[in-house]
Structures are given as structure tokens and as C-alpha cells.
Nanobody, 123 residues
Framework: VQLQASGGGLVQAGDSLRLSCVVS????????LGWFRQATGQEREFVGG????????KYADSVKGRITISRDNAKNTVYLQMNSLKPEDTAVYYC?????????????????WGQGTLVTVSS
């Protein structure tokens, strides 16, 4: 199972960015997918996630209203749309798959992780 996150880069405050996560080699069962981020010197934190059906999403309070997570199961791809970016959003963003479909906020609830993509927001 491989997760490939992409779409990060250097943007200015107020800009938007869309990250993608392509999942390959995972066809046995449905899975929830979460996005996490880790700033330098900080613990990895939950940003949001989406259930297999796509009808249920969950967002952290720190980003609620500024992000939207969607998925295209035919393409095995999940998207993280981020708007009104702030310097404090600067972090490496990771996607992770949860075979238990818990859509939890804890890293231990996820079975597979991508390598991360760096988002840098300048002021």
C-alpha cells in the first residue's frame, strides 16, 4: 500500500492550495483517509478526514471553514483544498489511510502513511 501526497509549495498568506493524495495497492476494503500536518518542532496533528463514501467529513477546529476534503474513489485520490492560508498553516502535510474507517484524530488509528508534502505560507 502506498500513499503519495503532492501539491505542496510556497504560497503567500491568503492564498489557496490543493493537496492530493493518491492511494495505490489498497483495493481489499474501504478505508477512511485523514490529513495530518506537522510543523517544525511540533507534534503531528489532525487536520481533517473523509469517510469512504465521501459523505462524511471531519475537520479540526483550527482549520474548520477554511478547508474542504473530498475524494474520488474511481481515481483513488483524496483532495485537501485549503483557502485563506495563514503562516501558522506552514507544515509538512501527510495523508493516512485507516482500514478501520474510524476517521479518528489520533495518528495510531491510521495504518498507512504517505511521505508528506511541504506547505510554506509566507506573511
Amino acid at each position: 500500500v502506498q500513499l503519495q501526497a503532492s501539491g505542496g509549495g510556497l504560497v503567500q498568506a491568503g492564498d489557496s492550495l490543493r493537496l492530493s493524495c493518491v492511494v495505490s495497492g489498497y483495493t481489499a476494503s474501504p478505508y477512511a483517509l485523514g490529513w495530518f500536518r506537522q510543523a517544525t518542532g511540533q507534534e503531528r496533528e489532525f487536520v481533517g478526514g473523509i469517510a469512504w463514501t465521501g459523505g462524511f467529513t471531519k475537520y479540526a477546529d483550527s482549520v474548520k471553514g477554511r478547508i474542504t476534503i473530498s475524494r474520488d474513489n474511481a481515481k483513488n485520490t483524496v483532495y485537501l483544498q485549503m483557502n485563506s492560508l495563514k503562516p501558522e498553516d506552514t507544515a509538512v502535510y501527510y495523508c493516512a489511510a485507516d482500514s478501520g474507517q474510524r476517521l479518528g484524530a489520533q495518528t495510531w488509528e491510521y495504518d498507512y502513511w504517505g511521505q508528506g508534502t511541504l506547505v510554506t505560507v509566507s506573511s
